[in-house]
């Protein structure tokens, strides 16, 4: 449903859209909406075994992922400085984030999980700031 | 990837998990997932519309859809009262939104696909909670 | 400025504002902003110690305060039902995390600190709550 | 009382903190926080209005805002490189926020207040960032 919502969306965006299609869109969401949920459920289990920095890098990439889906859900406010910068700071926290799950990953199911979603945002992100740079028109 | 994280978190909870299963919380999930996700993008259209009633309506329950996701994720602080009251603000105000969104359904789609998703979303809170309190032990 | 803001946009709420007066809804966002700040900082602070439940209640309430406080500051959707179910909701969790937090109140700083920011939630969620039942219209 | 939560808090953190001073940290949590507040109470009014654009832009800022706050509130997690791009997307957002709140600031007394907000936070995410720069060690 969400996608058939959005594409009715996407056709009011002011930002140019050549390039861009519904399916990048729907694997954007769904890899910031799976990697959200890991690393809310990554964090608590932290907490419970004391692992605090985990669980607040997990704790922050849940809450970047929260407002980098929000804005790409929200096609009349997009901007493309806005959305490079986000799409860049989505895909610095999810690095960090994998980064230091992958030190417990072999002792922590949890921990090996988030970091898979982690690092699938990461190639979303990137793959996607890469449609929207080649789809603006030259500055 | 949720719902195998989510099986192992479960086994954690300190909450009576009897009659509880882990199909009925993936279904809880997703249900809140769509139903921000619809009102999200119900809200951005909305006020390009000057609906500015359903606009905040469906941006209330977008953030009530989201606190109450990152709540059933959580598992080691599962409390049946704090559980039970957010499920029954989570359906109110679904309702409330669902019945704002039906005034324009027929001229707008997006209305009546966000209203959709809150009904869905009402009756999903209700089997939940009414599990939830089956599972709870006499008081 | 949030308060002359407020101010302009009650003036346009649907919702029947007799009995209600800006320096309520003042003193409900601020206790609701104090809150939220000292549940995300302990969540934090109790990760790093192990403290799992603790960490899961206080970032339950953190996200239901975020919740609460954007509702209250969407004038064109209050809704009575929605309201009433979500500050009770709100101060639900509130006093949970309270009774959680106040379990390692004395070798814990950051719980104590926690817990009188959600008590004097509680007790704000509890007079606003009274207010608009009072200026509620007979039904 | 989040400062003196906060504190506590900065003693504990990995990240180097020689240049970081809890005044600095006060007035980013305080930009922050009123940032969010005037965008979801502008946004709400915009969507009255039907200024789409100005609505869906101030909602992007607000959970920007939020998700920064929340990343400042825990030190556990700070690392250098999350926490400037953090702040980099966080200026962007506050700053095309306001470049569209101003092109209606004459008629629309909330917008001029949005953008005041979003001004004010630029300035000081700018400044933070600057002196997170210089307490960096020699990489």
Redesign the interface.
């Known amino acids: ?2 996608m ?3 594409k ?2 996407m056709s ?1 965006s ?1 930002m140019p859209m050549d390039g861009m299609d519904p399916m990048m869109m729907q694997e954007c ?1 769904e890899a910031l ?2 990697c959200m ?2 690393c ?14 985990c ?3 997990c ?2 990439c ?3 992922c ?2 980098m ?3 790409m ?7 493309m ?2 959305m490079m ?2 799409m ?2 989505t895909a ?2 999810a690095r ?1 984030c994998s980064a230091e799950c992958m030190m417990h990953a072999e002792m922590s ?2 921990c090996r ?2 970091a ?2 982690c690092d699938q945002l990461v190639t979303t992100m990137e793959k996607m700031s890469g449609m929207m740079r080649d789809a603006m028109p030259m500055g």
């Open positions: 449903m969400t058939d919502m959005m009715g969306a009011s002011e969401l909406s799976a949920q890991a809310v459920m990554c964090a608590d289990a932290d907490a419970a075994e004391g692992m605090g920095r669980a607040s890098m704790s922050n849940a809450d970047v929260d407002a889906m929000r804005m859900l929200r096609t009349r406010g997009w901007d400085a806005v910068s986000m860049q700071a610095t926290t960090a199911e949890h999980m988030c898979m979603a």
